[in-house]
């Protein structure tokens, strides 16, 4: 089954920063918007941020805006997170996966989370003291 592979996740302490990827093997994701995500133990899948297809535009979850930024390299079929000032909070898995399923699929807006595919496994970040 084709998926993206997140990496880049691991332990650090609150106010370090963390640089996830996320890299597609088999399918392009030029002109598809991608989304990170991520999971906190017993509660659903949200939203993290959005990049569009060719990285024009992007979005925030609030409780990231201003430390979180997303980019990607369509050459390289990759999407970053770049994660700084790190909070326990953040403690999460976090996946990729890209809008498959919207005739939007260039764009973020009002994307849902049944509109995207080609999920991760994810990657563990875990922020303590």
């Known amino acids: 089954q084709a998926r993206f592979v997140e990496s880049g996740g691991g332990s650090v302490q609150p106010g370090e920063s963390l640089s996830l990827s996320c890299v597609a093997s088999?399918?392009?994701?030029?002109?598809?918007?991608v989304g990170w995500f991520r999971q906190f133990p017993g509660k659903e899948r949200e939203g993290v941020s959005c990049?569009?297809?060719?990285?024009?535009?992007?979005n925030y979850s609030e409780s990231v805006k201003g430390r979180f930024f997303v980019s990607r390299d369509n050459d390289k079929n990759t999407v970053y997170l770049e994660m700084n000032s790190l909070k326990p909070e953040d403690t999460a898995i976090y996946f990729c996966?890209?809008?498959?399923?919207?005739?939007?699929?260039?764009?973020?807006?009002?994307?849902?989370?049944?509109?995207?595919?080609?999920w991760g496994r994810g990657t563990q970040v875990t922020v303590s003291i």
């Open positions: 990049i569009s297809g060719r990285g024009i535009s992007s």
């Open positions: 088999e399918f392009p994701i030029k002109d598809y918007a």
């Open positions: 996966a890209e809008r498959v399923a919207s005739v939007l699929y260039r764009m973020c807006d009002h994307g849902t989370l049944d509109e995207f595919g080609y």
